[in-house]
């Protein structure tokens, strides 16, 4: 593959310019390239995130790669994993319906920021939501208007100027770590919401057990197309910078098992050890991230409310 021009950049929370090396790995779906990509900490706030990196005119080509798991839609079950994957997808989506609901009730405007295939969307669509989506892959989108029936724009944040002015409900589900631009990411996402409501930021978290073991071969780095690496520390100040707080954090509860099985079958080696190693980790993470607290879960969702 033709190597792609990278782009550095300062810090997206402090703009500090200076920083260290913490990770570095290759594109997970391109196993016959030589390329590494980095993640590196700023010297001032230790905020991590992937620099250098794609520009946003050149990154939608890592997505474009076989295998790219988030579009492996629930209605498409070919290989053993996009069976597995499915299966977990719609017990999550069961989970994902019933925190929406805790939170901001049933009824009203939700709308998807990275929306995917939009099944999500399609759940709170028949709990009596008006729905809506933005996703940047054509391929999702179209799929997820022509048969899913949801309304879902293809574009990027800049796309809200054609929905409405307010919602009840904001959602990103693992989509804030893909964004380009951050801070206008959040920027836009501010007016959208009123005192009532509430927004929904689930990202994988560096700082679990199972980000630790793997390493480098930890599959949420998912370098390039993740662009930041947040912990609770991170996600707060990013947060508070543009006038938003955090009222509850909730573990993923599928996350230790989807991301160390994952990097298990990244490492090499022994493939029985390493799917065996898989399900030790996954269940120390399970229990040292999301019910002793002694790490960061390895999946966090953010309970958001704005400030002014």
């Not at 028949?126 to 309304?151: C, P, V």
Request: net charge positive; proline share 5%.
């Amino acid at each position: 593959m033709e190597q792609i021009p990278l782009e550095t950049i300062s810090c997206p929370i402090c703009d500090g310019e200076q920083f260290s090396t913490f990770i570095g790995a290759r594109d997970r779906l391109e196993s016959s390239s030589i390329e590494r990509f980095q993640v590196v900490q700023c010297l001032r706030c230790s905020f991590k995130y992937t620099n250098p990196r794609p520009s946003e005119n050149t990154l939608p080509v890592f997505y474009m790669r076989e295998g790219y798991d988030p579009f492996v839609s629930l209605t498409a079950r070919k290989s053993p994993f996009e069976f597995l994957y499915s299966a977990i997808r719609i017990l999550n989506l069961g989970w994902k319906s019933k925190i929406a609901a805790r939170w901001a009730g049933s009824g009203g405007r939700v709308l998807d920021l990275g929306c995917g295939t939009g099944d999500f969307l399609k759940r709170l669509k028949k709990n009596g939501w008006q729905t809506y989506g933005i996703e940047a892959d054509k391929r999702a989108a179209e799929f997820g208007r022509e048969k899913l029936g949801i309304d879902i724009l293809t574009g990027s944040i800049d796309s809200i100027g054609e929905l409405p002015d307010s919602f009840d409900l904001v959602t990103m589900w693992h989509s804030l770590e893909h964004m380009p631009d951050l801070n206008r990411t959040l920027k836009l996402l501010h007016p959208l919401l009123t005192d009532n409501s509430y927004m929904l930021i689930a990202i994988p978290n560096c700082r679990s057990l199972d980000a630790l073991i793997y390493r480098d071969n930890w599959v949420a780095y998912d370098l390039p197309r993740h662009l930041y690496h947040f912990d609770h520390k991170s996600m707060a100040k990013v947060l508070n910078k543009h006038k938003f707080r955090v009222i509850g954090t909730v573990p993923m509860p599928f996350e230790p098992f989807y991301n160390s099985l994952l990097s298990a079958s990244m490492g090499g080696g022994n493939k029985i050890f390493g799917f065996l190693k898989a399900g030790v980790v996954s269940i120390l993470s399970l229990l040292l991230g999301n019910i002793v607290l002694l790490y960061e879960p390895s999946g966090s969702l953010y309970i958001v409310k704005r400030q002014d």
